[in-house]
């Protein structure tokens, strides 16, 4: 190991990865810490994004602010799908001697969460265990800062992690777009998108005030499991508080998005609810473009929601759709009773 990288300097180091209290933060500490104190000429931090057309790297920090390392397909990085197959610890030697290194991270449930790619100088195989234990930092503390990001009673997402993720999502999203006019009205839906979706238990109150809240929170309980069967490992599920949940859809064309939404209306529907009975869900979707703000998007989605909420309940509506049909336009309201922001 470097005779320069002292106990006291890896203590450092630790104490100013874990003073991060967001996982993009920790992420762009890590990759910087470990770049400097390793000496590596690369470091980053990646996901894959699954979309019908194949599967994506997303770079969610890396050391240099090289671009063209931010987003590609995975076919276009052999060494990664090979970690991502086998699951061990992969190595290349390049062209120079130098070393690039692709290990899986894991998180709580022993699923790979991430990817943390290396290259280094020739002759610097020294450096492994260092980068091995500060990968294992960041898997632990990640697993913390996760724990801190859930809902209490039902385990999703919080709210206050819906900015980030959005962020991140909106980054993610720049390669999968077609051309936009930057008319929505006039746009189509054609092509792969990320996608939002509010839905909202429909007279949630009166389920309170019959039953009581213990049954109420059975109810959120019950209907979280069935959103976590019902959505992939890459949609991200939020309960923004009460009986209002998020749902930030991988890239997906409209018309599965559309069909993912339905099928889980129907399955809601269609569940007896212990003591309860029939609850029924109503739901307003709208695409993520990436110059959207999340208030917008928010925004957007709730106004197809209430849509759905003042035209019988039970049901979905697409924003773009309502807008491109002309339902919306005498319905739109200025402000919502929902409290979402």
Not at 63 to 84: I, K, N, Q, T, W
Not at 124 to 142: E, P, V, W
Not at 161 to 179: G, Q, W
Not at 208 to 217: E, K, M, P, Q, R
Request: charged fraction near 25%; hydrophobic fraction near 40%; proline fraction near 3%.
């Amino acid at each position: 190991m470097d005779p320069s990288i002292t106990p006291e300097t890896v203590l450092s180091s630790v104490i100013r990865i874990t003073e991060q209290r967001s996982q993009q933060n920790l992420e762009d500490s890590l990759v910087a810490t470990l770049a400097d104190l390793a000496g590596l000429r690369f470091c980053g931090i990646c996901r894959l994004t699954h979309t019908t057309s194949g599967v994506f790297i997303d770079y969610m920090a890396t050391s240099v602010p090289d671009e063209a390392r931010r987003a590609g397909p995975l076919d276009d990085d052999p060494l990664l799908r090979e970690c991502l197959e086998t699951g061990d610890v992969k190595t290349a030697t390049l062209p120079d001697g130098g070393v690039r290194r692709v290990q899986t991270i894991l998180d709580d449930r022993g699923a790979a969460c991430a990817f943390l790619i290396t290259e280094s100088v020739a002759d610097q195989t020294g450096q492994i265990s260092l980068i091995d234990g500060f990968a294992a930092i960041y898997r632990n503390y990640l697993a913390i800062l996760r724990d801190a990001a859930r809902d209490t009673l039902t385990g999703l997402k919080n709210r206050k992690t819906f900015d980030e993720n959005f962020s991140r999502i909106v980054a993610s999203s720049r390669h999968l777009e077609v051309p936009f006019d930057g008319n929505r009205r006039s746009s189509h839906l054609a092509g792969e998108h990320h996608w939002l979706g509010i839905i909202d238990i429909d007279h949630f109150k009166r389920v309170n005030d019959t039953f009581g809240h213990v049954f109420g929170d059975e109810v959120l309980l019950l209907l979280a499991a069935l959103m976590r069967r019902a959505f992939r490992n890459e949609d991200l599920v939020f309960r923004f508080g009460g009986e209002e949940f998020v749902v930030m859809l991988a890239p997906t064309t409209f018309e599965n998005a559309s069909a993912v939404f339905e099928r889980f209306r129907e399955t809601v529907a269609a569940f007896n609810f212990p003591q309860v009975g029939k609850v029924t869900v109503s739901i307003g979707f709208v695409r993520i473009l990436s110059e959207d703000l999340p208030s917008v998007v928010i925004g957007n989605s709730d106004k197809a929601l209430y849509y759905a909420k003042e035209h019988g309940r039970d049901q979905i509506y697409s924003y773009e759709q309502l807008l491109e049909s002309g339902q919306l336009s005498n319905e739109e309201r200025a402000d919502s009773d929902m409290e979402l922001f």
